[in-house]
């Protein structure tokens, strides 16, 4: 090994490299002190390999830890760590590779890479992490000895033009960096990284379950000494104010990588609180790991209570993504979808590279296959709690059901999982819910479908006329009044070979169960019907063309007068109020006005269309009977004003003849 400096020249400049940390690797000039903490861990973890590999290699591992100094008056900040170091060779080869390879060529080869673990590669292999020091620092000096040799190297730059290579010889084993720090900034976030209190917090946030220790040295104050009788006021003024002593910053503790029977129940509650800032104790733990092609660890909880900003479009908290121990993003979106953003906790992955952004961890493949895992794992404690602890199952849908349900609507992958997992309200249920598989399970005989109606809440779905004809057969029927509900239900299809049918759309088979005889009979009794009130029907069918697509006897009805029933493809008018209520415009809808023969007012009036030549009074009369039906069904009237005035009208005219032979007032005293 040679004994002189020797001085290379970047072929990269400076402000190129700067750039490229800043803008397309590093969201924040804080990463360096992660990147650097990262690298140290590493070379511990690779000499205690090394050591219990290599037999003769002397080295002490007693006390492997990670140290961090500052100088105020210099303002530098050095980590340092006694592990497995480099050799001069090693210097030249890691740290620089990005200075011989430049960074034109980086570019140019990120630009050709195909998908993000290849991006990943390149990062790591041009050494960006250690360069992202010069976000942050005038002069960067690295010093280093590799464990079993006796000299060790010193590498130098200013992240300029140029950057030099000497040996050192009185270099201890191990590696430390020496910021030359910039001027605090922190306009520009730039920090003061001698700060103590800086300095705790950044270990804090990006390095705390790193498993080695990672030391400061701190002042306090000194304990007083105990007086004696001989002891003079002049030596207790002697005595020193401050002491120095070195502090381990870092916690250490790693609860992903222990089992379950290792920590407690509070240790969990502790660390579900720290990584998502909430009150609440989990309401339930899922630990995860996975070894083979991928390896990583995963720690996530349930809360017992829904954030303030379940709903809301910027949120905080969720998946933090570790690396090997290392912090590298919060509140992941790539590791669980949306309808799990609840969930919160830590992923820990072995495999993937510190130097990894959003938009490549959406198209790496071990972060797809990752959430894969996670997504099924808490869908299936979501089932387990159903049936195994039905009051956590309760709190569970009660705070996160609707979210949960979104799923059906964005994870087609996972849909019959989700409809297994999730409840519903019904009819039978009274003020609790039904699980899909309950509810096949009180099918009447005949039955084969899953009769549901979405509304706006469970007493305007009970109080419908569509529900009156299943009510009087006995069908259970789901309630369902999430907004979500809209969204999801027609796409689903079926659960368990079993169709979703709408109460409110298409035909409704309620003859299911009857004899042979009975549906005869029925089918007798209904086109007898058709054929009484065919003519009334094509009239109404003309006078209403505006609103209904036709007129028609109903089989669904028992107590209502008449109902508005959408083919089996149509859109709901829940669904089209929440369509318009997100801007977006949608054609106004016709259905089929169905009427029941049974009712006063039908019969009325029929008899007033026979009797009446012209039927110019009662185009009101249907009208009022069109706007009744939906007002029943929670609908929302085109022109509310002019409905209230034909019912004013309506009700003058019915009452007038009780008005006129009303007694006159004596209006004498």
């Known amino acids: 090994m040679s004994s002189q400096s020797e001085t290379y020249e970047f072929q990269a400049q400076t402000q190129q490299l700067l750039d490229l940390m800043v803008h397309s690797v590093y969201s924040n000039k804080d990463s360096f002190l992660r990147e650097l903490i990262s690298n140290s861990s590493d070379a511990l973890d690779k000499l205690r390999i090394e050591s219990l590999q290599d037999k ?40 620089g590779t990005l200075a011989r390879s430049g960074t034109g060529e980086l570019r140019a080869k990120l630009a ?28 960067v000096t690295l010093v280093t000895k590799r464990a079993g040799e006796t000299i060790g190297t010193r590498w130098q730059s200013t992240g300029g033009g140029t950057y030099t290579i000497d040996e050192a010889p009185d270099a201890p084993q191990g590696t430390s960096v020496t910021l030359h720090l910039k001027p605090a900034d922190d306009e520009n976030h730039l920090y003061d990284y001698t700060s103590e209190h800086k300095l705790r917090e950044l270990v804090k946030r990006y390095s705390d379950f790193i498993s080695w220790p990672i030391r400061i040295e701190v002042e306090k104050p000194a304990p007083k000494p105990e007086s004696d009788d001989d002891s003079t006021d002049a030596e207790v003024d002697a005595s020193p104010e401050t002491i120095t002593e070195i502090e381990t910053i870092n916690s250490r503790k790693a609860l992903w990588a222990k089992s379950r029977d290792e920590v407690s129940d509070e240790e969990y509650a502790d660390f579900y609180r720290h990584v998502s800032h909430a009150w609440d104790s989990p309401l339930e733990i899922i630990t995860l790991k996975a070894e083979g092609t991928f390896e990583y660890q995963a720690l996530l909880f349930i809360p017992s209570q829904a954030p303030f900003d379940l709903f809301m479009r910027e949120r905080s908290g969720g998946i933090h993504l570790y690396v090997k121990r290392v912090f590298i993003m919060e509140d992941d979106d790539n590791l669980l979808p949306e309808y799990l953003r609840f969930v919160k906790g830590v992923v820990d992955a072995a495999d993937l590279s510190l130097n990894v952004s959003r938009e490549i961890l959406q198209q790496d493949r071990q972060i797809r296959a990752i959430r894969r895992r996670l997504t099924k794992k808490v869908i299936s404690t979501v089932t387990d709690l159903q049936s195994s602890r039905p009051e956590d199952y309760q709190t569970f849908w009660t705070q996160f059901g ?3 349900k979104e799923g059906l609507v964005n994870d087609p992958d996972n849909k019959d999982a989700i409809l297994k997992a999730a409840s519903f309200e019904s009819t039978t249920a009274d003020e609790g819910f039904t699980t899909l598989d309950d509810y096949i399970t009180r099918f009447k005989s005949g039955q084969d479908v899953i009769y549901y109606m979405t509304g706006e809440s469970r007493t305007q779905i009970e109080s419908s006329p569509h529900m009156e004809a299943l009510r009087a057969k006995g069908f259970e029927v789901l309630l369902l009044s999430d907004p979500v509900d809209e969204m999801w239900v027609d796409g689903v299809g079926e659960y368990n070979c079993h169709r979703f049918q709408s109460i409110a759309k298409g035909a409704v088979d309620l003859d299911a169960g009857d004899t042979d005889e009975e549906k005869k009979a029925a089918d007798e009794a209904q086109a007898k019907r058709n054929e009484e009130f065919a003519d009334l029907l094509t009239w109404l069918g003309e006078a209403l063309s505006d609103d209904i697509t036709e007129a028609r006897v109903s089989a669904r009805l028992t107590e209502s007068a008449a109902v508005l029933v959408g083919d089996a493809f149509s859109m709901s008018p829940q669904l089209e109020k929440l369509y318009r209520a997100s801007g977006q415009p949608i054609p106004r809808s016709k259905r089929a006005l169905e009427l029941n023969p049974g009712h006063p007012l039908v019969a009325a009036l029929r008899t007033a269309y026979s009797a009446d030549a012209d039927r110019v009074e009662l185009v009101n009369s249907a009208k009022l009977v069109y706007g009744m039906a939906l007002i029943a069904e929670g609908g929302e009237l085109e022109d509310p004003a002019a409905f209230a005035r034909l ?23």
Not at 123 to 128: H, L, V
Not at 652 to 667: F, I, K, M, S
């Open 56 to 95: 003769e290699l002397d080295v002490d591992t007693s006390d492997l830890h990670i140290m961090l100094d500052t100088n105020d008056e210099l303002r530098t900040l050095t980590i340092a760590d006694n592990g497995i170091g480099m050799s001069r060779d090693d210097v030249i080869g890691l740290i």
């Open 402 to 404: 609707r979210v949960f």
């Open 647 to 669: 019912l004013a009208d309506s009700l003058t005219r019915a009452l007038a003849p009780t008005v006129g032979n009303a007694p006159e007032q004596d209006t004498e005293q």
């Open 112 to 139: 050709q890479a195909k998908d993000a673990a290849a991006s990943q590669e390149l990062i790591g292999q041009f050494g960006i992490g250690f360069y992202s020091t010069f976000m942050v620092a005038d002069t």
